[in-house]
């Protein structure tokens, strides 16, 4: 019950800057628990966790601050173009979503072509009609 009880608790907290990430996952609490407190438990055990106590870290409704070091930087230059665009700017946004997340939900996914297609055509088999030449 302590481990269960110290699982929620970690992961309704954000993580130590030192591990550099912005939310928990289960193998990467799962691996801070051994290292840090020497506590041992699988990464399926936390998903479970999670389920039984509808935990979704990676949903948080909080707004995470990027952790590039120029980030202050380069909010207060986004802000300042759109705030004071200098005559005939034109001002663009770019999201950086990966390339997965960008695609409307509604397409169908797109199926990798298999090994064998990628490759030379198949040979023909020894079973294959053989054509006789005279003698």
């Known amino acids: 019950m302590r481990v269960r009880a110290r699982v929620i608790a970690l992961t309704r907290m954000t993580p130590p800057v030192g591990t550099g990430l912005s ?3 289960t193998r990467e609490l799962a691996k801070y628990l051994e290292r840090t407190e020497n506590i041992t438990v699988s990464w399926h055990y936390i998903a ?3 389920r039984e106590e509808r935990l979704k870290p990676h949903r948080s ?3 995470k601050i990027s952790k590039d070091p120029a980030f202050a930087e380069k909010v207060a230059d986004v802000i300042g173009l759109y ?4 005559g005939g700017a034109v001002v663009l946004s770019i999201d950086e979503k990966t390339q997965i997340q960008a695609l409307d939900r509604t397409q169908p996914v797109l199926r990798s072509p298999s090994r064998r297609a990628r490759s030379a055509p198949p040979t023909t088999s020894g079973t294959a009609p ?3 030449s005279p003698p």
């Open 83 to 86: 705030l004071a665009p200098p």
């Open 23 to 25: 939310h928990w996952s």
């Open 48 to 50: 479970r966790i999670w």
């Open 61 to 63: 409704g909080t707004f």
């Open 130 to 132: 053989r054509t006789c």
